[in-house]
Every structure is written in C-alpha cells, then in structure tokens.
C-alpha cells in the first residue's frame, strides 16, 4: 500500500510541474500587451452581435458585413445580385 501511494504522489508532482512548465512557455510566447493590436471601433468585438439582413432574391438572412450591397437591396452572392428580386 505505501508503495502505491507514493508512486500516485510522484505523478501528481510531475503533471504539476508539467502544467506549470507548460504555463510558462505559452506565457514567453505571447506577444507583449504593447505589441498586440487594439480593437478599432470600425470592426465588432470577436461574439458581438452583429446586424442581419435578407437577400432580396432567396429571403435567408446574413450577416451584414457578408452581405452584398447593391442597387438599395442586399444581397446573399453575386448571382442572386444578378437575378434580381424574388417574384412573388
């Protein structure tokens, strides 16, 4: 039974020590918090939600910045811009 013990205590220590050795490496790997490029206003935070729309052709909604804008309407790819609207 001790011996059972004190092999389970060893390979804790040494998965500790992993995790800890492991930490430090993706930590000297990082880049600087000066050299990492700030989030600009123009462009949403990574999960923000983000504004959809309806292609004038098929009706599926997208988000807009993978939408196509033209003539007012938005589309979902160029060959539904080139379609045109959906007859009712």
Known sequence: MG????W???????LFVARIAGRMAAARQAPPASARPRATAS????????AMVRCAH????????????????????QEHARLGPAAK
Not at 3 to 6: M, P
Not at 43 to 50: D, F, I, L, N, S
Not at 69 to 75: A, D, I, S, V
Request: charged residues 15%; contains cysteine; aromatic residues 6%.
């Open 3 to 6: 011996k059972l013990l004190f």
């Open 8 to 14: 389970i205590v060893i390979i804790i220590g040494v």
């Open 58 to 77: 098929c009706g599926i909604h997208l988000p807009r910045s993978e939408a196509l804008l033209q003539g007012g309407r938005t589309w979902c790819s």
């Open 43 to 50: 462009t949403p935070a990574a999960g923000a939600p983000e």
